[in-house]
């Protein structure tokens, strides 16, 4: 991480991003940061009243049998929705210049504008609905084949490659797992040197 402070690891929901965002750490010699406790935080802290896209699914259930593109725009409409939360934390971490890896479902790619390349990211993506099922069974058994919900992050990490593609993030694919470190390390290093 020569030349910047923050790395954000964004993906939709079962792509690997926790797989992928531990060892970049590590190779990065600094913490890792979950974006997502952070949206918990905030949903804890709040009422549906008080921030209703992030208090959204518990307050329209009915949204979880919308089609995958529908729930696909929600899901960046809760994103966007929490967007000043992340960008104060990446703020915090760049004037202190504090270095984390930051990984998370609700992280969008354009997080990185404003920061004078001090801010880097990466989308990983996974385009095989028969790899996320497998993915999900891997770590979430007990919930079966959750195919809807691998077509929804199908869904997502399209609206996600359109905002890398407007932002110059580079986007990479998941598999093969093998070469996963290398290949995020490379696109982060070359988008560092645009």
């Given amino acids: 991480m020569d030349s910047w402070i923050v790395t954000l690891v964004c993906g939709a929901s079962g792509v690997g991003k926790s797989r992928l965002a531990i060892p970049l750490a ?3 010699g600094v913490p890792l940061g979950e974006a997502d406790d952070i949206t918990t935080a ?11 896209m992030l208090h959204y699914w518990g307050s329209h259930p009915e949204a979880r049998s919308w089609p995958p593109e ?14 000043a939360g992340y960008a104060a934390v990446i703020t915090d971490h760049v004037e ?12 969008l790619p354009n997080l ?9 990211a990466v989308v990983v993506a996974e ?19 959750q195919r809807g919900r691998a077509r929804v992050s199908l869904a997502v ?7 890398a593609n407007a932002a110059g993030v580079p986007v990479v694919a998941a598999w093969p797992w093998a070469g996963q470190l290398e290949r995020v390390d490379r696109a982060l290093r070359e988008s560092a040197r645009k």
């Fill in 70 to 83: 529908r729930i696909a725009q929600l899901h960046l409409a809760v994103a966007e929705s929490v967007r």
């Fill in 157 to 163: 990490s399209a609206l996600l490659t359109e905002r």
């Fill in 42 to 52: 905030l949903a804890a802290l709040t009422t549906a009243e008080q921030h209703p």
């Fill in 112 to 120: 990185v504008n404003g920061f004078g390349g001090t801010v880097r």
């Fill in 127 to 145: 385009p095989d609905e028969d790899r996320l099922v497998a993915n999900f069974m891997a770590r979430e058994p007990e919930h079966g084949e």
């Fill in 96 to 107: 202190s210049a504090a270095p984390v890896v930051l990984e998370g479902d609700y992280l």
């Fill in 26 to 28: 590590h190779r990065y």
